[in-house]
């Protein structure tokens, strides 16, 4: 709770605290109902009897009366539901304080509440606020105490709060669905409504490209609204294809094959992909397009689809002739230093092991990380032989590995990787080439450096196969 909410509720608490002391002490004093002298013992009326004798006495109670303080003026009659209220209104922030007391003394102090109260909260509450509420009830799920119709119900709520996009996320719903799927509590209705409102994903597409080139097309998904999967891995894979282009009248079927995204739904992480694509038949000038997708959302890879659906997605481009200068290269030599500075090796250096291709190559890795350089970059990554190496006087061998592209703000890590053959050195440097073709790559890069960065002297890493295991003994013929 923050500061001035904290004021808040003090202040209500001492005025309802204020307040309910006054009522209270009202009730108690109750109302005049008239003024006539009354016994103060037994309250009897005595109006119209002679109370200055010696032998006055109470006709009730037989009280002598002589004693002035014997004698009341007045009766007062108490307000039971004015002391109620009044009690109500002192009792309340007494609890509250309580609770509060109770709650920092006990940090768990959910576990303390009925099933009924914290599915009311779960189910009143904003929902991101009550944490603590749906961790306990998923804790009694877990340990079977909690009954079925508050199972169902606490699903049907966390269904709820998934499917309305407009509010609050918290990875506790998740859990709870999680769970409710691992342990077929879900319906198939139900199973395929949360696979469904679990990603979060967008469409980019490069909004200026030349003629006859490739399209490039990012897709992304974004924190998904599942929930903490053990081990961190993705509680779905989401699947983009991309079926037809369409731009005003012009439409393009695409092939499936090579215009698949696969996309892991975490609830704190977010994956992106660029597609590139030919997508021909549009002419120079400026179009509205539209992207149709074929969606699916599955358990892993491996598995039929939960769900399948279709989306449009639509953005403008510019079409731009053949041969324009779509990329411009900033031939700056003060931004060196600071490009030098972002960029290193990530851990692990390069890495060479036997491929998988029956050719005998090598493949080659590596993981090039990029903090806030200056001007965004696009390079084709190169492995070249140190010079000083060369005894024979050629010139040194080199080896492409990939591209990578770096957009010039925040922290970046790309892995690039290919097969290699002959590369029996011991180190190489890293030579970054600025790439047009690997800034056409991206779908928002126009300009980046035209420096060639060098990365000297990084060691490299052997792999060698692990032998296969030995050979079992054979069996020797039964005697």
Known sequence: ?????????????????????ILLFLALRGRRVNNNPHCRKCRFDLIGLALDGDAARCPECGRTLRDPRAIRVGLR??????????????LVPVALVGLAIASAARPNINAYKPDFWLLIEARTASPATIPGQLSELLSRAQAGSLSGSTTTALVERALAVQADTAGGWLVNWGD???????????????????????????????????EGTDWVILVLTGPGRVGNTPGGGPSFIF??????????????????EGGQAHLGISANGASAINLRRAVPGLGVGSHEVT???????????????????????????????????DVELVMDESLRAAIEKSLKIGR?????????????????????????????????VVLRERAAVVTDGSPPREWKVGQINYSGNGRHMHGVGADVQAM??????????????AARGTVGTYKISGLEIVLADIAVTRKVPAPP???????????
Request: proline share 9%; aromatic share 4%; glycine share 6%.
């Open 1 to 21: 709770m923050t500061g001035p909410m904290m004021g808040v509720m003090l202040a209500l608490a001492i005025c309802s605290l204020v307040v309910g002391g």
């Open 77 to 90: 009659k108490k307000r039971p539901l004015l002391g109620a209220l009044g009690a109500i209104l002192i």
């Open 176 to 210: 709870i669905l999680d769970f409710a799927a691992a342990n077929t509590l879900l319906t198939p209705a139900q199973l395929e409504q949360y696979a469904r409102n679990a990603p979060q994903w967008f469409v980019s597409l490069r909004q200026r490209v030349l």
């Open 239 to 256: 699947k983009a294809s991309l079926l037809e282009v369409r731009a005003g009248e012009h439409g393009m079927k695409v092939p499936e």
């Open 291 to 325: 992207t149709i997708w074929k969606l699916s959302v599955c358990a892993d890879s491996d598995t039929p689809a939960i769900t399948t659906w279709t989306e449009e997605r639509t953005s403008t481009i510019e079409v731009l002739p053949a041969g324009t200068h």
């Open 348 to 380: 692990g250096g390069i890495t060479v092991e036997p491929s998988a291709t029956p050719f005998g190559h090598s493949h080659a890795s590596l993981m090039i990380e990029c903090d806030n350089p200056p001007i965004a970059l696009a390079f084709d």
């Open 424 to 437: 029996d050195v011991e180190a190489v440097d890293v030579v970054l080439r600025p790439s047009i073709d």
């Open 469 to 479: 295991p030995p050979a079992p003994a054979p069996e020797k013929p039964a005697e």
